[in-house]
C-alpha cells in the first residue's frame, strides 16, 4: 500500500467507497422498509434510495456543490437501485435480516463519514467542517429514513451513532492535516466507526 | 394546438400549469389538516402552503437555482395561500372530502412531475435527471405533508404515487429530446400521471 | 439608542442576537430531549444542536448563501454545543423544565425572526420575502425538532408560532424600509414576536 496516490487514483478509490457505502445503505433502506413497515417493491426500493443518498445530497447542499452529486453522476442512482431491488429480492431468504440491517448500517456510517469528509476538504472546507459534515453525510441518510418509517432517529436515540461517524471523519481529516490523502487512511477511519458502531448496538 | 411555441408562451403555458399544481397541492394540504390533524386555521394554511411549495423548493434547492422560484416570485406565495383558505372555508360543506383529498393530491402530482421536469431541462439537466428531478417536484411536497402530520408518506406507501409522476415527467422529456417543448405534451404527461394515479387509488 | 448605527456595530449587534436565539433554542431543544424523549447525553446534545442551527441552515439554504453560516462561523457551533452540555447537566435540578422549555423557545423565536429577517435583506432579499424567511428562521429549528421527536409541529398545531414570528420579522422589515436599521427595532420585534407567543401558550 503506498503511502500516497495520484489524484487520479485517489478519486478513484474515493469513488469506489462513496458507491460500496450507498449500496451498503441501500440494502439497509429497503430492508429496513420490508421488515419495520412492510412496505411493497416500490417503498422498498424506494427508502433503500433515499438511505442511500440522501447523506450525499444533504452534504453537497451544505457545501454549495449543486447539483449534487447524484444528480451528475449516474453510478449513484444505479448501484442505490441495485441495492434496493437486491435486497427486496432476498428479503425473504434472509435468516438473518435484523443482523443484516444492523451490519449494512454500520458499514454505510463508516464508509461515508470519511468519504463525506474527503469530498468536504476537496471542496475547501476547515478541518472541523470537515469532520463535521463527515458525520452528516454518514448519518443524514439513516435519519431521514427513520423519519419516513416514524421512528426516534438512531442519532437521537442511540450513544454511538453520531460518535463513531464524527471518529472516522476525524481519521481522514487529521491524515489530511498531515500530508496523507492516502486511501489506508480511509480504509482506516471507516473501519474505526465500523467497529465503534458494532460495539455499540 | 401548435407543434411548438414561441419561447415567451411556452414559459407563460409552464407557469400556468405550475400554479395550477400549486392551487392543486394547497387545496389537497390544507383539507389533510382538517381532516387528518383536526388543526386550526393557521396549521391548515400553513399545511396547505408547505404541502404546495415544497416539491417545488426542493427541486430548486437540488438544482442550486436559489433563491427558490418561490421567494422571486410572488404568485406561488398567493395561489399558495388562497388554496390554503379556500380549502378551510369550503371544508365544512364538502361532503366528499376524501374523495377529494385524493384528487386534489393526483392533480398536484401530474402537474408538478411534468412542471419539474421542464424546469430541470430549462436549466440545464440532462433527460434521466429531468425526469428523477420531475418525480421528486412532483412527491416531495406530499412527502413533507405526510412526515409533519405523523404518516408514511405516501411515496413509500403507496405503489402507484412516485411510478405515476416517473412517468409524467418522462413524457416531457421524450418530447423535448424529440425537439417538442409544446404544451400538449405536458398536459398529456400531467394527465398520465393523474390517470395512472387515480387507478391506484 | 441610538437610531442608526455603523455597519460594523450593527453586524455585531446582529451576532450577538442571533447567538442568543442560537443558545436559547440549544437549551430548548435539549430540555425537550430529556423531557419528552428521555435521551442519553448524545441525543440531548444532538438535539439541542439540530434545533439551535435547523432554522439557521433552512434560511442560509434557501438565501443559496452556501455553506451556511453555521459552518464557516464555529461560535455557532460552539454556543449550540455548550447550550445542550448545560441543558443536560442542569435538567435534574430544573423544577420548572416544562415552563423552560416554553421560555427558551418563544426567546428563539423572537430572536431568530428578526435575525434571519436582516440577513435576509441584507442579501438582497425584497421586503415580503424577508419577513418570509424571518419567519422560516425562527420556526424551522423547533419544526425539525418536532419531527425528529415525532411530535406534531408547533407550526401546525399552534396557532401562534408562525404568526408572531412574522410579526417579529416584519417590524424589523418595516424598519429597514423606512431607513433604519437600529438594534432597538430588532429588540422590539424580537420582544413583540416573544410576547404574543407567550400569550398564545
Known amino acids: 500500500m503506498t503511502p500516497t496516490l495520484t489524484p487520479g487514483a485517489a478519486s478513484t478509490a474515493a469513488l469506489v467507497l462513496d458507491l460500496a457505502g450507498t449500496f451498503a445503505f441501500a440494502l439497509n433502506g429497503a430492508l429496513t422498509a420490508v421488515r419495520a413497515a412492510r412496505l411493497d417493491i416500490v417503498g422498498v426500493v424506494t427508502l433503500g434510495m433515499i438511505t442511500a443518498l440522501g447523506g450525499g445530497i444533504l452534504r453537497d447542499i451544505l457545501l454549495g456543490a449543486l447539483p449534487p452529486a447524484t444528480f451528475s453522476d449516474w453510478r449513484y442512482l444505479l448501484v442505490a437501485t441495485a441495492g434496493g431491488l437486491i435486497a427486496f429480492a ?3 431468504q434472509l435468516d438473518r435480516i435484523t443482523l443484516s440491517i444492523t451490519v449494512f448500517d454500520a458499514l454505510g456510517l463508516g464508509l461515508f463519514a470519511v468519504t463525506g469528509a474527503a469530498r468536504a476538504l476537496d ?6 467542517q470537515a469532520v463535521l459534515l463527515g458525520g452528516i453525510t454518514a448519518v443524514g441518510g439513516g435519519t431521514l429514513r427513520d423519519v419516513l418509517v416514524r421512528r426516534i432517529p438512531s442519532v437521537l436515540s442511540s450513544e454511538l451513532y453520531a460518535v463513531p461517524a464524527l471518529l472516522g471523519a476525524l481519521v481522514v481529516v487529521v491524515a489530511d492535516r498531515l500530508g496523507s490523502t492516502a486511501v489506508a487512511w480511509s480504509l ?3 473501519a474505526l466507526a ?5 460495539l455499540g448496538v
Open 188 to 190: 482506516a477511519g471507516a
Open 194 to 198: 465500523f467497529t465503534v458502531r458494532m
Open 90 to 92: 432476498l428479503s425473504r
Open 123 to 128: 471542496l475547501g472546507a476547515g478541518a472541523g
